[in-house]
């Protein structure tokens, strides 16, 4: 079955940096887009970032500039480098695939939690 397994998260202070893997599996990962969503407490959950599988990325206006998204192709994982963290990127952060070609199912894995103190 497919399998989306996140890991990378964890508790740091303002300004500080963390990487994000997502590691893939039970798919023909070159085929799916990949992306990040997060969810504060309280708060819906909301978009990240994309890496497209033909390549391209897009991120949301909040984390632009500060977070860069990437794959590796042969390793099946995508990752989500943070820089200049605030606390309002707090939250659980969930990989998510999607199939190149429109209307079949995404895949979510379980998320990981980070937490940016002030």
């Known amino acids: 079955q497919v399998q989306l397994v996140e890991s990378g998260g964890g508790l740091v202070q303002a300004g500080a940096s963390l990487r994000l893997s997502c590691a893939a599996s039970?798919?023909?990962?070159?085929?799916?887009?990949m992306g990040w969503f997060r969810q504060a407490p309280g708060k819906e959950r909301e978009f990240v970032a994309r890496?497209?599988?033909?390549?391209?990325?897009t991120y949301s206006d909040s984390v632009k500039g500060r977070f860069t998204i990437s794959r590796d192709n042969v390793k099946n994982t995508v990752y989500l480098q943070m820089n200049s963290l605030t606390p309002e990127d707090t939250g659980v952060y969930y990989c998510?695939?999607?199939?190149?070609?429109?209307?079949?199912?995404?895949?979510w894995g379980q998320g990981t939690q980070v937490t940016v103190s002030s």
């Open positions: 039970g798919l023909t990962f070159s085929s799916y887009t």
């Open positions: 890496i497209f599988w033909s390549g391209g990325n």
């Open positions: 998510t695939a999607r199939y190149r070609a429109p209307g079949s199912d995404d895949y």
